[in-house]
């Protein structure tokens, strides 16, 4: 899929709990960006969670066989991805922006034309900082810690598509001064009026 008209996408990037859906939320609220929502198998974490399409297995599977996907992947269990129709419509409209797993991101600057990468990634401490992130957010013991284990892979694989050219921006976050994350994703967002 191949977008013709000159709107960007925005994909996010980053470890478990780095701050990327709420950078995403604010380039929304502040630039007027469209956010693009993952569909997942995954159950809804609380009652008020916008950032996903919730579905069946077996819906998800049947996206997969149609070939409605732009992307998709598998994460602990759950399957998560983008619909096509989704990124077209969004698209459509403005610059638009979507978090996406790392390994999805070569892929993507395949599909779409105006596609910039963005790495957000916590300077803090990595265990303690994704720790109490995903606690505040109700994760159970277990949860946190096989997530946290996966960090130092997404670490690996965030230094690997550097390496390759694949992010186009590195934004790092702190726990004590979310401002800086702000100020910089502002300063990107204004590049790109």
């Not at 859906?21 to 007027?32: D, F, P, Q, S, V």
């Not at 297995?57 to 269990?77: D, P, V």
């Not at 998560?80 to 409209?93: A, F, I, M, N, R």
């Amino acid at each position: 899929m191949k977008n013709d008209n000159t709107n960007q996408l925005f994909a996010l990037i980053g470890v478990t709990a780095s701050g990327k859906t709420e950078l995403a939320k604010h380039l929304c609220k502040k630039h007027g960006f469209f956010y693009i929502p993952s569909i997942t198998t995954r159950p809804p974490r609380g009652d008020n969670e916008t950032d996903y399409k919730h579905v069946t297995a077996e819906e998800f599977e049947r996206y997969i066989k149609n070939s409605e996907l732009l992307e998709y992947t598998h994460f602990a269990g759950n399957y998560y991805g983008k619909l096509k129709k989704d990124v077209e419509e969004h698209l459509e409209k403005g610059h638009s922006v979507y978090t996406i797993t790392f390994d999805r991101v070569k892929e993507l600057k395949g599909l779409i034309n105006h596609v910039k990468i963005i790495c957000i990634h916590p300077n803090d401490p990595i265990p303690e900082t994704v720790g109490k992130r995903l606690k505040d957010r109700g994760h159970h013991e277990e949860e946190i810690s096989r997530r946290i284990k996966t960090v130092y892979d997404e670490l690996k694989l965030i230094d690997g598509l550097k390496e390759d050219g694949f992010i186009d921006y590195h934004i790092t976050t702190k726990e004590d001064d979310y401002n800086h994350a702000i100020e910089e994703i502002n300063k990107i967002a204004e590049k790109h009026k």
